[in-house]
């Protein structure tokens, strides 16, 4: 749906993009990540066609955002940070100017909107002004505007920044729902976000696109290595872990009361959960207690940046 190529942008001698490259199938949820600074912005920009690239190439459902811009604004909602808000209209005003920025046609213009409404949860507030209305009911109103027009593409930018927990589940349920429909970019620096709503990852540092890849990829709670605590004998625990063929690594850790933990590691490529499972049952040894060993991906996040900051660093000098 969405494929960027080689996007360079430029600010007179300084290189905001660097060769960027990454792409967002049709359905996903893209999870934008990047520190202040790194190009997230600059990216968004050019893919909504706010600014042009100096180089490289973005392009929506096929359409070039330089050689056909009005294809891809029909294909692009975007709820920036600070939302587009008039506040000196009602909600409903302002959703009916949007329709119009946007060429809605008038014919079943209403029932759109009270849709949109509706699914963002607003239409008792359709007759309030806008300047009124709380800072989680302003997001609603943004992401409200986006959804006009039934774009194929939302972009997100931290939009639950500044709301209370509350209203940042109740954010976040609606970024899944839409997800169903609509392809997504999400652009966050809340983390945890991303593991919540997110099927995939993208990580920009310094202009240059550091990782991407489905989430798992980035979060504890693979399957390779895990620690398992067993009521039972070191030896015979032991020997039940043993006969597993998918295991490639053993360890005892310790003795934990009655109990033995051990760190195992599966075989590249394999899980050997399932049959360690099988095998302990057969041995009359229960399992009290299995943690996947990984990271988070607020560690993976910090690795990566602050790997590619010390890198940076060292090549001005």
Same mark, same amino acid.
């Given at each position: 749906?969405?494929?960027?190529?080689?996007?360079?942008?430029?600010? #007179?001698?300084?290189?905001? @993009?660097? =060769?960027?490259?990454?792409? *967002? %199938?049709? &359905?996903?949820?893209? /999870?934008? $990540?990047?520190?202040?600074?790194?190009?997230?912005?600059?990216?968004?920009?050019?893919?909504?066609?706010?600014?042009?690239?100096?180089?490289?190439?973005?392009?929506?459902?096929?359409?070039?955002?330089?050689?056909?811009?009005?294809?891809?604004?029909?294909?692009?909602?975007?709820?920036?940070?600070?939302?587009?808000?008039?506040?000196?209209?009602?909600?409903?005003?302002?959703?009916?100017?949007?329709?119009?920025?946007?060429?809605?046609?008038?014919? #079943?213009?209403?029932?759109? @909107?009270? =849709?949109?409404?509706?699914? *963002? %949860?607003? &239409?008792?507030?359709? /007759?309030? $002004?806008?300047?009124?209305?709380?800072?989680?009911?302003?997001?609603?109103?943004?992401?409200?505007?986006?959804?006009?027009?039934?774009?194929?593409?939302?972009?997100?930018?931290?939009?639950?920044?500044?709301?209370?927990?509350?209203?940042?589940?109740?954010?976040?349920?609606?970024?899944?729902?839409?997800?169903?429909?609509?392809?997504?970019?999400?652009?966050?620096?809340?983390?945890?976000?991303?593991?919540?709503?997110?099927?995939?990852?993208?990580?920009?540092?310094?202009?240059?696109?550091?990782?991407?890849?489905?989430?798992?990829?980035?979060?504890?709670?693979?399957?390779?290595?895990?620690?398992?605590?067993?009521?039972?004998?070191?030896?015979?625990?032991?020997?039940?872990?043993?006969?597993?063929?998918?295991?490639?690594?053993?360890?005892?850790?310790?003795?934990?009361?009655?109990?033995?933990?051990?760190?195992?590691?599966?075989?590249?490529?394999?899980?050997?959960?399932?049959?360690?499972?099988?095998?302990?049952?057969?041995?009359?040894?229960?399992?009290?207690?299995?943690?996947?060993?990984?990271?988070?991906?607020?560690?993976?996040?910090?690795?990566?940046?602050?790997?590619?900051?010390?890198?940076?660093?060292?090549?001005?000098?």
């Amino acid at each position: 749906m969405i494929d960027i190529q080689n996007l360079t942008k430029k600010f #007179g001698n300084i290189k905001a @993009l660097n =060769d960027v490259s990454f792409q *967002v %199938k049709k &359905g996903e949820v893209l /999870g934008f $990540l990047g520190p202040n600074g790194a190009g997230k912005s600059t990216t968004m920009n050019i893919l909504t066609g706010y600014i042009p690239p100096t180089s490289g190439s973005v392009k929506v459902d096929g359409h070039d955002v330089l050689e056909e811009p009005m294809e891809v604004k029909k294909r692009i909602g975007y709820l920036p940070e600070i939302p587009p808000l008039y506040g000196d209209m009602t909600v409903n005003e302002y959703l009916k100017f949007i329709c119009d920025l946007k060429g809605v046609p008038v014919k #079943g213009r209403r029932q759109k @909107l009270d =849709d949109i409404m509706y699914l *963002v %949860k607003i &239409g008792d507030k359709k /007759g309030r $002004l806008v300047r009124n209305l709380s800072k989680g009911y302003k997001q609603r109103v943004g992401l409200a505007q986006a959804l006009v027009g039934n774009p194929e593409v939302l972009i997100l930018d931290e939009p639950t920044v500044g709301l209370d927990p509350k209203q940042i589940l109740e954010i976040r349920r609606l970024i899944t729902a839409l997800g169903r429909e609509h392809t997504i970019i999400l652009s966050t620096h809340i983390l945890s976000e991303v593991t919540a709503v997110c099927s995939s990852v993208a990580i920009i540092n310094n202009g240059k696109i550091a990782a991407t890849g489905p989430v798992s990829q980035f979060s504890a709670g693979g399957s390779g290595k895990f620690t398992i605590t067993l009521d039972g004998d070191k030896s015979l625990c032991r020997k039940a872990i043993d006969k597993v063929s998918q295991v490639d690594r053993v360890e005892f850790l310790r003795l934990d009361g009655d109990c033995s933990v051990f760190r195992v590691e599966s075989k590249p490529g394999q899980d050997a959960r399932k049959e360690l499972s099988k095998s302990l049952f057969q041995s009359d040894i229960s399992i009290m207690e299995l943690k996947p060993i990984g990271k988070t991906l607020e560690e993976v996040f910090i690795d990566i940046t602050g790997r590619d900051n010390t890198h940076t660093e060292e090549e001005e000098e």
